[in-house]
């Protein structure tokens, strides 16, 4: 696991393991964080458990286990949300909510008026 891991370093070994699976299949190409994965970039389900595995390997974190469901991640950009979140989630705010916080709160609230009431 990388120890002084920065967003923008964990941006960057998510790109390049994008870029090696898009190289083994002879594909060189640029992308953005606003690119399908599988709809713009083409990678499979297979890739893309692929690209997980390497990606829980070097980062030694797996967001899928408990703080993301994989089916919600569509773009480059949403497994990026989800790595960074899963590596600095005490130290930054969520770039967008995607209806998961709020419901988080929700559930907080409730339980606070019950120890309340």
């Known amino acids: 696991m990388l120890t002084t891991l ?3 370093g964990l941006r960057s070994v998510i790109h ?3 870029i090696s699976i898009l190289k083994e299949r002879g594909e060189e190409r640029a ?3 606003h690119d399908k994965l599988n709809a713009t970039l083409g990678l499979s389900s297979l890739d893309l458990a692929f690209l997980v595995a ?3 390997a070097e980062l030694g974190v797996d967001p899928f286990a408990r703080l993301v469901s994989i089916t919600s991640v569509r773009s480059v950009e949403d497994l990026e949300r989800a790595y960074e979140h899963a590596l600095f989630a005490a130290s930054s705010a969520p770039r967008q909510d995607d209806g998961l916080a709020a419901a988080a709160e929700r559930a907080r609230t409730r339980r606070s008026r019950r120890q309340g009431t």
């Open 6 to 8: 920065t967003p923008e």
């Open 16 to 18: 390049g393991k994008i």
């Open 31 to 33: 992308f953005s964080a």
């Open 54 to 56: 390497d990606l829980e």
